[in-house]
């Protein structure tokens, strides 16, 4: 099934952890040259998005889903470049599974981007 004929490219990023100035443990991430992996044949759903409003700024909120090849290597704390910019990945990539026959038609995984 994947990658999907019409689907798009998506580029995952991955910063290393780097030690702490102060508790000296690999703690933070180093985003000046993440690992990057080309995810071919993506699905891409728009989900959502939400413009707020404050005396001093507007920020818009916006999500979207992912569907890609079974076992894709993509983590809650990664980066994708798709579409129009660099987005967030939001909680675990849900492995679907069909419970009965083993198939396994591909992941899912959330997106989001904060601007403003």
Known sequence: MFPLVNGETVVRERAPLVNDKYSGEATKRDWT???KLDIEGCAIAP???VETQ?????T???SM???GAPGVDVLPQD???ARSGLWQVEGEVADWRNALTGWNPGVEFR??????
């Open 79 to 81: 980066r994708i470049r």
């Open 111 to 116: 997106v989001t981007k904060v601007v403003g």
């Open 54 to 58: 404050t005396e001093n700024r507007n």
């Open 60 to 62: 818009v909120t916006t």
């Open 65 to 67: 889903s992912l569907y």
């Open 47 to 49: 989900s959502s998005s």
């Open 33 to 35: 040259d993440p690992d």
